[in-house]
């Protein structure tokens, strides 16, 4: 498949203090295509739930974790500081969220949960390198917290997209309405989510619904 590219919004790669270190720690499209992502069944409705739960708009980053069914289990969303993308800061961040959302799953040989991103930003869809730097970030994140890495998705004003896979829609987008739950079949999904305490180092404001 063909990938567009676009410069990114949280800083570029090439500048002083973004060196060869940042560019070793983000992922580009193909390298995310070929890494073994597990497909979701229902994309949609996985990006449906959570926007229903979380409302993002641009700049918002939503990690949820999936059981084997796609069943919710936690959620959280939260907003970045405006920093060069570097996947680094990106993996501390989601692990921070993950750690007070649910417990980790270290323990097992192998994963049973699966995590994945959202991530409502401006711009089109082509891929970005802060893209690339969440993507890193995300992959980082569930290794260390036991956890599958899943789908990385993409919300904008011309809808949302999977990195990696070209499935995509028009609704929800970055200025969709509220949904409410029921109707994006978020019932179904375990209500054990729980609210996220205290603050991390690179963000400016926490939430998990």
Do not use: K
Request: charged share 25%; hydrophobic share 40%; aromatic share 6%.
């Amino acid at each position: 498949m063909t990938f567009g590219f676009a410069p990114s919004a949280a800083g570029s790669f090439a500048s002083p203090t973004g060196s060869a270190s940042r560019l070793a720690r983000m992922l580009e499209p193909a390298e995310w295509a070929a890494a073994g992502i597990p497909l979701l069944r229902n994309p949609r409705d996985v990006v449906t739930g959570l926007h229903a739960r979380h409302l993002p708009r641009p700049a918002t980053v939503v990690v949820a974790v999936l059981d084997h069914e796609e069943r919710l289990i936690a959620s959280a969303s939260f907003t970045p500081r405006p920093i060069p993308a570097d996947g680094w800061d990106f993996r501390n961040a989601l692990l921070a969220h993950l750690r007070r959302v649910i417990p980790h799953d270290l323990r097992r040989r192998t994963p049973a949960r699966t995590a994945v991103l959202l991530f409502c930003r401006e711009g089109d869809a082509r891929w970005t390198e802060e893209d690339g730097a969440w993507m890193w970030g995300l992959r980082d994140a569930c290794t260390l917290h036991g956890l599958r890495c899943g789908a990385y998705i993409t919300l904008t004003g011309d809808g949302w997209q999977v990195m990696g896979e070209g499935r995509g829609g028009r609704s929800p987008h970055a200025s969709s309405p509220p949904t409410d739950l029921s109707e994006a079949g978020a019932d179904d999904a375990p209500h054990t989510l729980r609210r996220a305490g205290g603050a991390a180092e690179v963000l400016r404001r926490t939430a998990a619904r």
